[in-house]
């Protein structure tokens, strides 16, 4: 039997070498279009960071190794031109010397793999735009940078983000420019957001929802044209924008091609015609979980596909089950794992699903060197399918990812996984492994132990909906969700019989475990009550403009600064700690420190860079520079001379030093006086004051929400207080030239033109930034308001509230 093989790396060359251990007698010939055979593609971009510094440990195997162990006759620069089904020919040409012939077969296996997607670009053909497929690629891409190349875009998929990152550890200057709104799009967006951070976080400048529009010349460089914005200059461009079959021979001879171009094959991997088989790349399959077609181009199914073509070669009844879209990618200190089918897919399907987000540690918390993974969970409404599974982290990934690749293509249910038994010391899991916490999390919800609400739907809350932090004050003070209160976990069995009962409470913390403790408590008070599902780290990841900006990181090769002659250098060592741990520790180490001292801080906390960077100008300490270790960061504080460290407790930090605090008496509903302060409030916060409005008598129309709220049993001067006093600050009017409101809207009309931000933005802003909103609750009562009349999160107290705070503050202002 003579088969020949068109393609020789992934699956012509497992389909090769499986064929030969089966037969020995079988004449194997397989035509390679470039120089090399075997090589290992998936290792292109770590050569070009240096990271496999040998070039020649990609090169597998050579045509003379092969025909030594296997006795296999591959002829390289051989380009398999056209076939003859009828015949059963192929036409080669040799590209080194331009000979043409043909050859015959008994039969054809076709592996040609994919090419690259093309975009119809002007000035795509510029020498400086490099694809990253092969061996000749990778060295033009090398030979850039060894002629001194400084600055590269790179545009495309994971393969783009594993260049962007190896051109990054070669110093270059890195923009990732992509056409989606988000990177990487087999995972869902929030997820792929987290992926985003760290590539920022590592000085590599990225472009989302910016397509490219063109390439230019520029003296030698190249300019990429965007869709928006200046074009971007740089020394070259890798250009690597996903892939489609590379089916042009099978189409080219009538072989039936699928709905995604790839080539139709039968589970044995059979074309239209039986005599010729097709795997890897070139072709499509079906997917595991939804059962359609689908082109996933991935390494492991090119090479069972290539061992299963060589089983069926040889007569035995081996078949190709299903793709499932398994993948992994490493994004410097990340690794992000995926399988099954995404949400996004799920909502295109119209399959009705569960989701549930976990952050789990990748070992014991207390062994060194793991810090909490972002685990989604995406399964059937009654559990007996889990459709797909996405996590990103920095330990245990992809042993989580496989085990959950495992139990899908196994059809294990989501109450399956609560019962795995997976490998437990310290060092490698914790007893309770990700996967029995995901199994865990999920059977509660479909129990009805726990209910859960999502990032996404915070627009959508429903009228009587009170956000609630259950984190500590400390935590609630350096950032919260835009309207939430703050009712720690501590406090929560003190306060419940406060709460109303008629409101539904939508509760969080930073990943969900105090929130789901808090959770039990107020449902078996009888509360209506969900807890945000990820907690305010997936918040964080659906909402990327609602979080802190980190502290800016050194890129990793860089040495830190080492001004510290003249200062007592004090460590501490918060690896493993996850929030509020760290800063808890740092609020503790500073205490012991005299001005001027550095504190040198390490942290494994994802959540602390941004942590870091608020809490230090919130307390006023000097936040010195930070950079990468593996697992973390080391970042160093140099205590500030005019700042003393409030005292800590493990459980509940202390707030900040009254020094930085300012409050406002909004006295006032004149439009002008509002607008003033909600100016100076936005002023004080920008530097980094604690900032507290305190409403009072006129004052509250500003805080009123914009509709009517019903309010049975008020009485008739309680009634007529509220159809006086405006509803919300877009009802004020101004203190002088109101003229029946003509004033107030030219007013208005000025502002829009002048791009002066309106009362409400300035209100957003203010309480996005962690202004406390305070309603007097003596004016309340005499203007017969309810507090429910009010916008969401603003705090009822009296005037010993306001005097405790204009205590501990360094301007009080009355408007
Ligand atoms: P290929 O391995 O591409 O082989 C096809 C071969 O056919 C090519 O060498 C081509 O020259 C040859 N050929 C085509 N037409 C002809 C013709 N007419 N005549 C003769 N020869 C021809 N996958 C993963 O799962 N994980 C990864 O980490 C990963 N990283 C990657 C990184 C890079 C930079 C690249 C390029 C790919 C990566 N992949 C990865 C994808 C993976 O390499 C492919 O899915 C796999 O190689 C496909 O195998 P294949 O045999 O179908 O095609």
Redesign the pocket.
Known sequence: MKVVI???????MSCAARLRRMDERCEIVV????AYVSFA??G??YHIGGVIGDRARLLVQTPETLKSTLNLDVRVF????ALDVSAKKVSVLESKTGRTYEESYDTLVL????KSLKLPLPGMDHPAVFE???IRDMDAIQARIAAGAKQAIVMGG??GI?AAENLRLRGLDVTVIEKMPQLMGPLDPEMANLLKDELVRQGVRVLTGCGATGFEDRNGKIAVKLERGEPIVADFVVF?PGSQP?AD?ARAAGLKLGQYGGIAVNERMQTSDPTIYA????VESVDLVSGRPVYI??????NRQ?RIIADNICGRDSRYRSTQGT?I?KVFDLTAGMTGLNEKTLQRLGLAYHKVYLSPYGHADYYPGTSPMQMKLLFAPDGARIYGAQIVGRDGVDKRIDVLATAIRGQLSVWDLEHLELAYAPPYGSAKDPVNVAGFIACNLLRGDVALWHADEIDRLPPNACVVDVRTSAEFNLWHVPNAINLPLGQIRAKVATLDPTRAYYIYCRVGRRSYLAYRILKQHGLKVKTLSGGTDIFHAFHPTEQPDPCPTTPTTTAMNTDTKTARVVTLDCMGLQCPGPIVKLNEALASLSAGDMLEIKASDPGFPRDLNTWCRAQGHEFVESRNIPGGILARIRKHAAVATTSASASEPAPSSGRRKKTFVVFSGDFDRVMGVLVMANAALAMGNEVTLFFTFWGLSAIRKEQAVATPGKSLLDRMFGWMLPRGLSRLTLSKLNMGGMGTAMMKHVMKQKHVDSPQQLLTQARAKGAKLVACSMSLDVMGLRPEELLDGVEIAGAATFLSEADESNVTMLM
């Open positions: 068109v393609g020789g790396v992934a699956a012509g035509f390679e279009k470039g593609n998936c292109l971009p051989s380009t398999v031109t592996t040609t793999g994919a990253l497929r092969t994971y393969i594993e690597a590379n021979l795997g890897g790349d070139a181009p991935m390494a492991g199914p090119a290539g993948a990618l």
